[in-house]
């Protein structure tokens, strides 16, 4: 038996055997890619089912939240916002007036700190308003029969 072995034989396999380890960090990085296609798709699908979802809340409004709604427009509340709305309305338009009145602006200014303040205690009770409304929309069934 020969103890010698054929040069070209040992020259294949080198080569083969190079070839493997060039070949792994390859297939290591097709199989990691492959891998993260599949994540995102899976990510995909769940934003997708996530968003459906979440339209589908906004789309549909349950019973106690329309009496809720129904409660917070009667009554004391309109009065209220029609005089925040209009307190907005004298506050903007003394903000204008200062911005165009040359000289002693700090009269207008004082009446615009005055209608801030006023304002303040008006979103105040409205929310006082508010809240009691929740609370008796969310204790009250709502009223079904026509």
Do not use: W
């Amino acid at each position: 038996m020969a103890d010698t072995v054929n040069a070209s034989v040992v020259d294949a396999l080198t080569i083969s055997n190079v070839k493997s380890v060039g070949e792994a960090a390859s297939f290591a990085m097709a199989s990691l890619f492959q891998h993260q296609v599949n994540h995102a798709r899976r990510l995909d699908s769940l934003a997708e089912a996530h968003l459906g979802k979440t339209l589908n809340n906004f789309a549909s409004v349950d019973p106690l939240e329309s009496v809720s709604a129904a409660k917070l427009f009667k009554g004391e509340s309109d009065s209220a916002i029609s005089s925040i709305l209009a307190q907005l309305a004298s506050g903007q338009i003394g903000a204008k007036v200062a911005q165009s009145t040359p000289g002693d602006v700090s009269v207008e200014i004082s009446k615009l700190g005055a209608s801030v303040s006023s304002l303040q205690g008006m979103i105040g009770g409205l929310v006082a308003i508010l809240q009691q409304t929740m609370k008796g929309a969310m204790t009250t069934p709502p009223n079904t029969a026509g």
